[in-house]
C-alpha cells in the first residue's frame, strides 16, 4: 500500500471476499457438486444396464420412497455435520421412536395427534441430552452418540418385549389410526384424484381395468422435498444458518463473535433426533407395525449421503440440497439393482466406494482445483 494510500486510509484493491471467480471455479466449490455429478453417473449407469421400467412412473416412485426416507435422516445429519458434530444414534433413535409412537397408539390407545406429540416430546429430550453431554463432558459427539446407538437400540427390545407380550414386534397401528384426519399426512399416496384423472386422460400408465399404475405420490417424498427446502432456505437465508456454518468452523471464533454455539448445537441434536422421529412415525403407519431392527444401520447410510452431499467431516461446510441428492443416489442403486441381473450384495460394496470416493473429493480434488486451503 502506498504512503498516500495509508495516509488517506484507503486499500489498494478491493476486499478479497467480494473478489469475482470463474464460474468453473464457482461451481466447483460447490459442496453439492459431488452428490450431482454421482446421481449422473448412477443415472447414466443404470439406464445402460437396467429394465427401462425402472424410469417409468412406477419405477422412479420405487426408489423415490427408500430416498426420501434416508434423506429425512441425511439431511439432519447433514446440518448436524457442519455445525461439527456427530450423531451415530439417529439409526436406533428410529426403532426406539417406533416404539414410543407404537405403544401410544396400541398399548396406551391415544389419539394420532398425541402419540405424535409423545415421540416428538421423546426425540427432543433425547436430542438434548446427547448435546448435553457432549458438551458439558468434553466428549466427542462420536462417542456419546455411539454410546446412545447401543442404549436406545436396547431399550427398544425391552420395550417392544413388554409392549408386545414376549416378541420383539409390534402390530396394530393402522387398525389404530384409522379414521384420523391427521393419517393421511403421514401414510398412504397424496393426490390420488389428480393421478386418476391423469389415468383417465392417458397421460400416464394404467391397469387393464383402467386403474392408474401409480395412484399418487407417497407422503414420504413430500416431507423428504419439504425438509430439504427448509434445511436449504435456513442454511443459506438466515441468520441461524450463518451461526450452524460458524459453530462448525470455528467454534472458539464463533463464540467471540456472540454465536451462541451451544444452544446451535443442541438446537441441531434435537432437529436430528426429531427427523429419525418422522421416520419412524411414517415407516410405522407404512407398514402398520414396528420392530426392533427398524432404522437398522441408517446412522451410517444417512452420514455417507450427507458426505457424499458435500458435508466436510471437520464441520463448518456442507449442503443440505446435497444431502437430498445423495440420498436419491442411494435410493437408486437399492431399487436399481433389483432392475438388472447383479446380486443386490453389491449394495455394500457400493456404500464403502462411495463414502471413499466422496472423501476423497470433498478433501483432495476441490482443493487442488479452486485452490481452497
Known amino acids: 500500500m502506498s504512503l498516500a494510500n495509508e495516509q488517506n486510509g484507503s486499500a489498494v484493491g478491493p476486499d478479497e471476499r467480494l473478489k469475482k471467480v470463474s464460474t468453473l471455479t ?39 420412497a427408500p430416498a426420501a426416507q434416508l434423506g429425512i435422516l441425511a439431511i439432519g445429519a447433514a446440518l448436524l455435520m457442519i455445525g461439527g458434530e456427530f450423531d451415530l444414534s439417529i439409526g436406533s433413535m428410529v426403532a426406539f421412536a417406533g416404539l414410543v409412537f407404537g405403544a401410544a397408539l396400541v398399548v396406551w390407545q391415544m389419539p ?19 448435546a448435553q453431554l457432549t458438551m458439558r463432558t468434553g466428549l466427542p459427539s462420536f462417542i ?20 408386545s407380550g414376549g416378541a420383539t414386534q409390534l402390530r396394530g397401528m393402522k387398525e389404530a389410526v384409522a379414521g384420523s384426519p391427521l393419517a ?40 423428504f422435498i419439504a425438509i430439504a427446502l ?11 444458518g450463518n451461526w450452524i456454518f460458524a459453530s462448525g468452523g470455528d467454534p472458539r471464533a464463533a463464540r467471540k463473535s456472540g454465536v451462541p454455539v451451544a444452544r446451535v448445537k443442541t438446537t441441531l441434536f434435537v432437529v436430528t433426533a426429531l427427523c429419525a422421529t418422522l421416520v419412524a412415525i411414517l415407516t410405522v403407519l407404512d407398514a402398520g407395525s414396528t420392530d426392533a431392527r427398524r432404522g437398522f444401520q441408517k446412522e451410517f447410510e444417512a452420514i455417507i449421503a450427507a458426505v457424499i452431499g458435500g458435508c466436510l467431516l471437520t464441520g463448518g461446510y456442507g449442503s443440505a440440497i446435497g444431502a437430498f441428492f445423495g440420498s436419491i443416489v442411494f435410493g437408486m442403486v437399492l431399487i436399481g439393482l433389483t432392475y438388472t ?6 449394495y455394500l460394496v457400493f456404500l464403502g466406494g462411495m463414502l471413499l ?9 476441490r482443493k487442488r482445483v479452486t485452490g481452497e486451503r
Open 230 to 240: 427448509l434445511a436449504t432456505w435456513i442454511l443459506l437465508r438466515t441468520r441461524f
Open 112 to 130: 394420532l395427534s398425541v402419540a405424535i406429540l409423545v415421540a416428538l416430546a421423546f426425540a427432543v429430550f433425547i436430542g438434548v441430552t446427547n
Open 184 to 223: 393421511p399426512l403421514f401414510s398412504g399416496d397424496a393426490f390420488p384424484g389428480l393421478f386418476t384423472w391423469l389415468a383417465q386422460a392417458e397421460i400416464i400408465d394404467t391397469f387393464p381395468n383402467g386403474a392408474p399404475r401409480v395412484s399418487g405420490i407417497p407422503v414420504e417424498i413430500l416431507w
Open 26 to 64: 464457482a461451481i466447483l466449490r460447490r459442496p453439492e457438486l459431488g452428490a450431482v455429478a454421482g446421481l449422473v453417473l448412477v443415472t447414466i449407469f443404470f439406464l445402460l444396464t437396467a429394465n427401462p421400467a425402472m424410469f417409468t412412473l412406477a419405477g422412479v416412485m420405487n426408489f423415490m
Open 144 to 163: 456419546v452418540t455411539l454410546a446412545f446407538l447401543f442404549i436406545l437400540r436396547g431399550l427398544t427390545l425391552v420395550g417392544l418385549k413388554w409392549a
Open 357 to 365: 470416493t466422496a472423501v476423497v473429493f470433498n478433501n483432495v480434488i
Open 341 to 346: 441381473s447383479i446380486d443386490q450384495d453389491w
